[in-house]
């Protein structure tokens, strides 16, 4: 059994915190916060027409029954177990997603409850509600969480959908814009905290950072599993071997034809021998093995038959007589008065 990060018992505390209300105002909260046998938490119009009042009534009991709580001894004498949630929280980071928090203090839904009502009714804490670019999160510090916010603003200006970064290289560029702010702060675990306060920022299935909406991140289909895999194994792959890893990797279920399939359709992949494929960001030309030989040419001029040979093959694992059955096509290719290889239709450049 997992040992609690907090010493004293939750649902203890608010039964004692409650104990003052009148009956209807305890019953608010603990319909409102999901604090007895149901868990659910209840909106302010289901607690409305259980008691026949309006939405805006039960909005008024529920003000009035934490500013009471606020005010009662019951609540003076339960400092310390507030005192421990803000260090609980300032370990964490200062500023921590409200499901990562309660998650951290327990897996259980009704304990996880009673923690988030003393959030509600606890003074030091302060809740930033989620918005367009953050989650829902909770602080004891405004200035550190204004920091750690306009620093994962500015990360994210710094990423496009392309970016795949390591969880270490991502966790370094973002200190890099955050500043003034406490070395008892800046480790591992906390800036993954961090991170994952922001909705623009995401982590894959295999631990890599970019922006939460790029295919990289966020995997839809079998394209998406396919460009992971081959990034990760680093070097061409052969699609029956991609197939294998997205189902070992992903736990999906990939069939070859169908992953080859994928795989010939997104420019993301080149095709670069026999169903070896290679992603296109490492530089390789797309097109078949004749293609690749007049985008050399064009890029480098005139070669000789080894030169195109040798450039080509960098581009794709074939046999070198496929290359020369290629340059002997005169349809695509000539040769000029030195005995080099240009594309058919281009001009000689002669020296003045």
């Known amino acids: 059994m997992a040992t609690s ?3 004293f018992k939750p649902k203890q505390t608010t039964k ?3 104990s003052s209300l009148p009956d209807r105002a305890r019953d608010v909260i603990v319909h409102r916060y999901g604090l007895g046998k149901e868990t659910k938490r209840m909106t302010l119009d289901a607690i409305g027409k259980l008691y026949g009042i309006t939405r805006e009534r039960v909005r008024q009991i529920e003000a009035y029954a934490l500013s009471m709580v606020r005010k009662s001894e019951e609540y003076k004498q339960e400092k310390a177990a507030f005192a421990e949630i803000e260090t609980l929280l300032h370990s964490l980071g200062g500023i921590v997603v409200e499901d990562d928090f309660l998650g951290h203090v327990s897996k259980d839904p009704s304990l996880q409850n009673h923690v988030f009502f003393l959030l509600v009714v ?4 302060r809740k930033f509600k989620e918005d367009d670019e953050f989650r ?5 510090n405004e200035d550190l969480a204004k920091k750690v916010e306009g620093a994962l603003r500015k990360l994210y200006g710094t990423l496009n959908n392309q970016d795949l970064l390591p969880e270490s290289e991502m966790i370094g560029k973002f200190l890099t814009h955050l500043e003034d702010v406490s070395e008892r702060y800046k480790n591992q675990e906390i800036v993954k905290r961090w991170l994952s306060i922001s909705k623009a920022i995401g982590k894959n299935p295999l631990g890599d950072w970019g922006v939460a909406q790029s295919p990289n991140v966020k995997t839809k289909g079998m394209r998406d599993y396919a460009f992971l895999v081959i990034r990760k194994h680093g070097s061409p792959i052969h699609f029956r071997e991609v197939a294998k890893q997205i189902t070992t990797m992903f736990n999906k279920k990939a069939h070859v034809a169908t992953t080859h ?17 290679a992603l ?12 690749v030989i007049r985008t050399v040419l064009e890029k480098n001029g005139a070669l000789s038959k080894e030169e195109v040979i040798d450039k080509v093959m960098k581009e794709r694992y074939v046999k070198e007589n496929t290359i020369i059955v290629n340059l002997q096509n005169p349809k695509y290719f000539r040769r000029d008065k030195d005995g080099k290889y ?3 239709g281009e001009k000689v450049k002669v020296a003045a």
Request: hydrophobic share 40%.
């Open 122 to 125: 606890g003074e030091p804490f």
């Open 16 to 18: 004692r915190l409650l």
């Open 261 to 277: 399939n994928e795989l010939i359709k997104d420019p993301r992949f080149v095709l670069v021998g026999r169903g070896l494929y």
């Open 5 to 7: 990060p907090i010493s």
């Open 280 to 291: 296109a960001e490492w530089g390789y030309a797309p097109g078949v093995v004749r293609d």
């Open 342 to 344: 240009l594309p058919s």
């Open 136 to 140: 829902h999160r909770w602080h004891v």
